[in-house]
């Protein structure tokens, strides 16, 4: 079984930066498809990105495309989410997850395995 920890969450300004990273352990990383998914404060959990297994396909909800870039070190057992040109909208609470099968953007079913989340706060 795989454990997820995030880091890098925090307070921004708009059109800011930020980096998440999410350390994996228990398990063998390689074998994991990755994603991260999103809940902001009254609205239901959403999908943000995924990556597979050896990086070599990447999803992004429609709403990050081109802001937004997930990436992963399977030499590291990390993945990160670079996020740029960053939106009050974008605040939420940022799960990391993962699942040996792929992630699908439509969250169902949602990955087996998550973080405890990190709070991304976007002031405008």
């Known amino acids: 079984q795989v454990q997820l920890v995030e880091s890098g969450g925090g307070l921004v300004q708009a059109g800011g930066s930020l980096r998440l990273s999410c350390a994996a352990s228990g398990g063998t990383f390689s074998r994991y498809f990755m994603g991260w998914f999103r809940q902001a404060p009254g609205k239901e959990r959403e999908f943000v990105a995924a990556?597979?297994?050896?990086?070599?396909?990447?999803y992004y909800a429609d709403s990050v495309k081109g802001r937004f870039t997930i990436s992963r070190d399977n030499a590291k057992n990390t993945v990160y989410l670079q996020m740029n040109s960053l939106k009050p909208e974008d605040t939420a609470v940022y799960y990391c997850?993962?699942?040996?099968?792929?992630?699908?953007?439509?969250?169902?079913?949602?990955?087996?395995?998550w973080g405890q989340g990190t709070q991304v706060t976007v002031s405008s």
């Open positions: 990556i597979s297994w050896r990086g070599t396909s990447t």
């Open positions: 997850n993962a699942d040996l099968s792929r992630i699908s953007p439509s969250g169902s079913p949602p990955p087996r395995y």
